[in-house]
Nanobody, 126 residues
């Protein structure tokens, strides 16, 4: 019984910034690995970034390294995606996802995650 709610999407010019937030319900948030994915029109859902349960480790897709930063505040049950230097190719619906505690490889495909938010639209255009 976990709900994830994204916010912060919108229209931004190329080179601009947005910060997405994902608020989670439940007392077990601090045990979840959290991921961000995006899905452009006509494309498959793709991995963007993930963060460990403690927030001490992160991974990123090559396409966003150096531009995006994932972070979390476990006291607020919230994960963030700071997006800088946005490009038109970043235009997509962005989803946050949660994976229940497990030991293993980093979850970087959609099938690895147990819970999903509804998505928030990010449009990068002049």
């Amino acid at each position: 019984q976990v709900q994830l709610v994204e916010s912060g999407g919108g229209l931004v010019q190329p080179g601009g910034s947005l910060r997405l937030s994902c608020a989670a319900s439940g007392r077990t948030f601090s045990t979840f690995k959290m991921g961000w994915f995006h899905q452009a029109a006509g494309k498959e859902r793709e991995f963007v970034a993930a963060i460990s349960a403690s927030g001490t480790a992160t991974i990123y897709a090559d396409s966003v390294k150096g531009r995006f930063t994932v972070s979390r505040d476990n006291a607020k049950n919230t994960v963030y995606l700071q997006m800088n230097s946005l490009k038109p190719d970043d235009t997509a619906v962005y989803y946050c996802a949660a994976k229940r505690f497990s030991v293993g490889l980093w979850p970087n495909t959609p099938k690895d995650y147990n819970y999903w938010g509804q998505g928030t639209q990010v449009t990068v255009s002049s």
